[in-house]
DNA sequence: ACTCAACCGACAGGTTGTCGGTTGATATGA
DNA sequence: TCATATCAACCGACAACCTGTCGGTTGAGT
């Protein structure tokens, strides 16, 4: 009665349909946790039709990241491109798309951080940053002009906050709502310091934002 | 011929053997691809004996971090409490501590930072960080009693200076010569910035001490 | 001659990736 | 309009690994 019967989709289809399903277990058990049988029982085919479409386990664990980020990063984009939008309130809102739960992002993103997801955590971040850097290093480069800033090294300090970003908002280890509120702080002063903004800059936009 | 012959050892003498052989394998193969299967032939065990000294794999993952990384903190905390050198060279040779070739360091970290290894990676620098911050934000309170620092918040800043130069110096992905130096360069000027040290006050120490 | 820490290896139950064979949607031609 | 050929998509058995368990063995020290 559960016997298997043949349903034949498009290509496409059917990969959308695999990195739907197993998105969803690489986040909830972990990259290392949940196996390609699990991934292609919830889906409904055969060990060769995975194979078929996906090269290896890794192969999918790409394909996934590729897909967050690309969509995470068109959004970033938009904002970025929108010129309307004061320097620095755009860089604040450029760094929010990513940070800030979307569609999916947000529970990948917790999930994602704890230790069991260390291969898929770092693939991400690495992959992000080398997408989302250019995009800030230009708007930096224009508060430069602007006076609003005074940076040296626009690139490698750009690259600086959006990695200590990444990696510190991850509470996978428990801490004190009190020294997660100050790393906050400390993040955004030393924000301003190293774009050589004027003091509180960052702050007020920040809390613009977020009232 | 080939047949086992018992060889019985004491438990700590056998326990670091398998730590040196696992140590080995997992920074040249990775740890997900070094078996223990591996690791018990190259010993010259059984798979029972392995399991009698260690409970999982990831068990002997763990004990080799620590094994490091206390020899890394015993390293820098012996730097850290000698006050008669000035508080920046003090510092700097602290974190040189962490990243310059030691007895086995360099290799390890070299091989550590592959994405293969991404737990491995993932679990020393967290565990390192825990480690050294606390070291190194005495120094810096040191510096700011004296007057030669200005900030406002010593942990959560020297905390991301350390990620930073952790993650910064995985030379996994290739670059240019040129922006690798441009990365130290840019990196140095930061450091100065987040401390309020004067300008060029790092660089001298950084450039005395590696002349 | 007893005890028990250290050791052994077979085995259960999992894993990923391969491969020869099958099926059905679509194109072709009579 | 109906037969048939083609090939992308699919199937599931299987090989070759993997980790962790467990009942039994051995030998050094008392």
Known sequence: MDKKQRVV????????????VAEELFVSKGYDKASTNDILERVGIARGTLYYHFSSKEDILNAIIDRINSSLISRAS????????????????????????????????????KPQNALMHQKMLHNLIEGIVPI????????????????????????????YSGTVFDDDYDESE?????????????????????????QQAMSKLFK
């Open 78 to 113: 938009t904002i970025a491109a929108d010129t309307s939008i004061p320097v620095i309130d755009r860089i604040v809102m450029t760094i929010a798309a990513l940070n800030v739960d979307t569609d999916i992002g947000h529970e990948i993103i917790d999930q994602v951080h």
């Open 136 to 163: 800030i290093v230009r708007i930096v480069e224009e508060g430069n002009e602007q006076g609003i800033f005074h940076i040296k090294y626009p690139a490698e300090t750009v690259e600086m906050l959006i990695l």
């Open 9 to 20: 989709k498009e290509a496409a289809e059917r990969r959308n349909e695999i990195l739907d």
């Open 178 to 202: 009190e020294r997660s509120a100050n790393r906050i702080k400390a993040f955004l002063h030393n924000t301003e310091l190293l774009l050589g903004a004027k003091e509180g800059s960052v």
